[in-house]
Every structure is written in structure tokens, then in C-alpha cells.
């Protein structure tokens, strides 16, 4: 018997099992990090942009929070292009290191195109077991996500435990304010439950996630069921 104690985080993850067997590259984490990604200038103005329009923000998952339970401000890079501005040249710099795609096992691409999205989980916000290569239809194909992202965001001193990115092979990125993360989207990757120590919305995890898009390599749609771990005839 496990001598684990039993809280509401445990008894979620013991109902969210383990995607069946995907390929062996993408069971093991393919991921690049970044600390201090932005002026902290630069990250303050998102901050406070976030929270002076918090009543933008809108419910997001299933009507019970089973498979994902979060708030969000879809394609804010819409509502307030200037501040975003440096995350979307950090994130094209990146882009331009070829050490960095190779070590992600992505080819490289032109880009056509930065989506991002603000998310919020506070207390009980979790995403369970996905990956980015299909639409949250689970079915449609996202042909042009070439890397996923997620820039984290909080308040200090931080006011929540958990809400880790974690990957098949065990690891787990850690939110820390002002750290950038990009990952293969085809990965199956959650975000683990969160415990916030205070009902303040200014207290939760905070991010900006999306994709960096561009033309799908040649025969991609063809070879993403096996990447994704799909059975085959």
C-alpha cells in the first residue's frame, strides 16, 4: 500500500492515467527552458495588463472541469500587441537557434505566424493528459503548430503550489515567474493540479501559451497518428 498521503491532487492523478505507448523520442521530454525571458519591465506590464482586464477572462474546459479547468483570454496578442511585443521577439530570437530545434526534433521552418493565449488556473486548475497536435476537438489536425510555449507568470512571493508541466518521462518544469518553456507539440504533456493559499486572482498561476506556426514538413499528416501513438490498421 502506498504510503503517499491521499489529497484531492493524488486522487485526480489517479484518475488521469498515462497516454498508451507513443514513440520512444516523444516519451522522452523534448524541451527547451529559459529563465528571466524578459525585461522584468517588460514581464510587469504583461502582469499588470492581466489584471486590469481579469474581467476579460472566461471559463475554460468541460462544463465539470474533468479534463481541463482553467480561465483564459483567448488571442490576447490581439488586445494588446505592443506588450506582447518582446515575448514575440524572445520567441522568434529563439527561433533562430538551430541547436535548440534539434533538440526539440523539429525541423526547421519559417514562421508564419505567433498565437498566444493568457491562461489562469487558480485553486483546483489542472489540464489532464494531451498533446498540441490536434485541435481540443481531439480529432482535428493543427498542421501548422511547429513548437509549443509557455511564458510563466506570477505574483511574488508565489502563492500556489503545484501546476508543473509535466511529460510522459517523469519530468516536470516547475512554474517560475518570468521562465519560457517550448516543447514538440506531438508530445503528450498536463499540467498538474493547482493549490492556491489565497482566493486573490492576482495569485494564481499566471501564463502566456500558444504555438509558433509554419508549413507542416512534407508527409507530416501522414505520419502523425503513428507520433501520436494512435493504433494502426
Known sequence: MS???DTPTRRL???DPMPPAVPNRLREALFFQMEDALDEDDSAAIGQWLYS???RLERGGDELGTHRFNHEILNVEKHAPPLLRPLRQRLTQLLGEQDMLRRLCVPAFDLRGIEMHATLHHHGGHF???DDAVASDGETVMETRRLSFVYYMHSTPKMFSGGSLEFLDGTAIEPQNNRLVLFHPVQQHRVLR???WSSHVLHGRWAITGWLHGDAPAGYVDRLP???GE???
Open 53 to 55: 482586464n481579469r474581467d
Open 226 to 228: 503513428r507520433m501520436r
Open 13 to 15: 492523478l489517479q484518475m
Open 231 to 233: 493504433p494502426t490498421a
Open 128 to 130: 489532464v493528459w494531451h
Open 3 to 5: 504510503s503517499e498521503p
Open 194 to 196: 493547482v493549490e492556491c
